[in-house]
C-alpha cells in the first residue's frame, strides 16, 4: 500500500510570500494530483501530473519520479489560497482510484 | 454541465437505521469514485466502478456496506445498519480515464 506523507501539516504565512508543500510516496506512481479543499469543505483538483512541472495562474506543481517527491508553489500567495491542500496518488499497477496525504493546512494572513 | 451532484447533502439518523447516499457522475465520464472524510483517517477510497462496473471495493470497511451504479448517470452507496462510526463525510467524484477527477459536494452523514 503507498503510504503519502505531507509537509508541512499546517503552514501559516503572510501575503505575498512564496509557499511550498512537500509531498512523498513509498512506491512507484502512474499519476500524482493536487487537490485544494476550500473551508466549505469543497474539493477541486489543481493538478494532474505524471513527470515534470505543471503550472497554472500562480500556482506551480513538480514531480520527480525517481525521488518520489513532488512540490506545490504558489507564489505572490494571498488569502485566498487558504485552504487545505492535499497530495494524492495513483499507485500503478492499473489502479485508478486514489490514496490521500493527510493534507496541509495553509493560512494566508492579509 | 451542473457537475457531480450528490444527495442528500446532509443525513441525520440513528444507529441501526439504513442510509443512502446517491451520486449523479459528469455525463461522458466512465469512471465514478466514492471516498470518505474523516478527521481520524483522513480522505480514503471505498470503492470505484469504471463503465458502470465495480473495479477495486477493497476499501469498503465491511459488509454493512454495499455500492451499486445501474446505470452511466447514478450510483448509490449504502448502509445497513449504520453504526455512529459510520459519521463523516462521502465524496462521489467522477472523472474519464486516467483524467483529473471531479468531485461532488459530499454528503455529511452523522449517526447518532
Known amino acids: 500500500k503507498n503510504e503519502v506523507e505531507q509537509s508541512p501539516q499546517n503552514l501559516t504565512a503572510q501575503e505575498g510570500e512564496f509557499i511550498t508543500i512537500n509531498c512523498s510516496y513509498s512506491v512507484g506512481i502512474s499519476a500524482l494530483h493536487w487537490l485544494q479543499q476550500h473551508p466549505g469543505g469543497g474539493i477541486v483538483s489543481l493538478f494532474m501530473l505524471s513527470s515534470g512541472k505543471k503550472k497554472h495562474g500562480r500556482l506551480i506543481a513538480t514531480i520527480n519520479i525517481q525521488e518520489k517527491h513532488s512540490s506545490l508553489h504558489i507564489t505572490a500567495s494571498h488569502p485566498r489560497d487558504s485552504a487545505v491542500y492535499i497530495c494524492a496518488v495513483v499507485s500503478g499497477g492499473g489502479a485508478d482510484g486514489l490514496t490521500f496525504g493527510k493534507g496541509t493546512h495553509l493560512i494566508i494572513q492579509p | 454541465d451542473a457537475g457531480v451532484i450528490q444527495s442528500p447533502r446532509h443525513e441525520v439518523t440513528e444507529m441501526g437505521q439504513e442510509v443512502t447516499l446517491r451520486c449523479k457522475p459528469i455525463s461522458g465520464h466512465d469512471y465514478l469514485f466514492w471516498y470518505r472524510q474523516t478527521m481520524m483517517r483522513g480522505l480514503e477510497l471505498l470503492i470505484y466502478?469504471?463503465?458502470?462496473?465495480?473495479?477495486?471495493d477493497s476499501g469498503m470497511p465491511e459488509d454493512r456496506f454495499s455500492a451499486k451504479m445501474p446505470n452511466a448517470s447514478f450510483s448509490t452507496l449504502k448502509i445497513q445498519p449504520s453504526e455512529p462510526r459510520d459519521s463523516a463525510v462521502y465524496f462521489c467524484?467522477?472523472?474519464?480515464?486516467?483524467?483529473?477527477?471531479?468531485f461532488g459536494p459530499g454528503t455529511r452523514l452523522t449517526v447518532l
Open positions: 466502478f469504471n463503465n458502470n462496473v465495480p473495479i477495486d
Open positions: 467524484a467522477s472523472s474519464l480515464v486516467r483524467t483529473v477527477q471531479f
